[in-house]
T-cell receptor
């Protein structure tokens, strides 16, 4: 089946640093979503992207829908300890129904 | 705000027991989903439903069944629980069509001993 390759798998950073992560696929996607999951909780939607080239911000988070429609990027600026968690990308493949495809997640650790 | 609730946060069951996991959403969403989450494997889709009494198999339906008798409620059933079904189970819901944003419940951590 279709897969999303999310990288990096984990990151260990200092408070105040900027963070970048991405998801790539060999297939075209119509929608890209970014979620954050705190330990022991369900994922929470951070940003949704619906058009190729779209750049959307949510506070210190910025995500982009790649112009090839095969990738997406999430940046976090000036990280703080509460940014710790697992970040998932999810995409809706072109010519697909309702089921999203999820990346395996990027685990972010922030030291103060 | 969209609210998706799951009946239990933590559950401990014995091998061979029948287990019911309940999920309720309050936003009149047509679609509901069940995932399991395991370290290193990410989120894997078990079943989803796009309407009352309708269901579709996901990537790993073996050992599970589902029930959707009402629009707001989607149940996951483990007919005979096994230790390899120990996992975090997540329910989600979404509207049909654009946007395709899925909203998740808090999860149920199931341990089968």
């Amino acid at each position: 089946g279709q897969q999303l390759n999310q990288s990096p798998q984990s990151m260990f950073i200092q408070e105040g640093e900027d963070v970048s992560m991405n998801c790539t696929s060999s297939s075209i996607f119509n929608t890209w979503l970014w979620y954050k999951q705190d330990p022991g909780e369900g994922p929470v939607l951070l940003i949704a992207l619906y058009k190729a080239g779209e750049l959307t911000s949510n506070g210190r988070l910025t995500a982009q829908f790649g112009i090839t429609r095969k990738d997406s990027f999430l940046n976090i600026s000036a990280s703080i300890p509460s940014d710790v968690g697992i970040y998932f990308c999810a995409g809706l493949p072109h010519q697909a129904g309702t089921a999203l495809i999820f990346g395996k997640g990027t685990t972010l650790s922030v030291s103060s | 705000d969209v609210k998706v609730t799951q009946s239990s946060r933590y559950l401990v069951k014995r091998t061979g027991e029948k287990v019911f996991l309940e999920c309720v959403q309050d936003m009149d969403h047509e679609n509901m989903f069940w995932y399991r989450q395991d370290p290193g494997l990410g989120l894997r889709l078990i079943y989803f439903s796009y309407d009352v009494k309708m269901k579709e198999k996901g990537d790993i339906p073996e050992g599970y069944s589902v029930s959707r008798e009402k629009k707001e409620r989607f149940s996951l059933i483990l007919e005979s629980a096994s230790t390899n079904q120990t996992s975090m189970y997540l329910c989600a819901s979404s509207l049909t069509g654009d946007p395709y944003e899925q909203y998740f419940g808090p999860g149920t951590r199931l341990t089968v001993t």
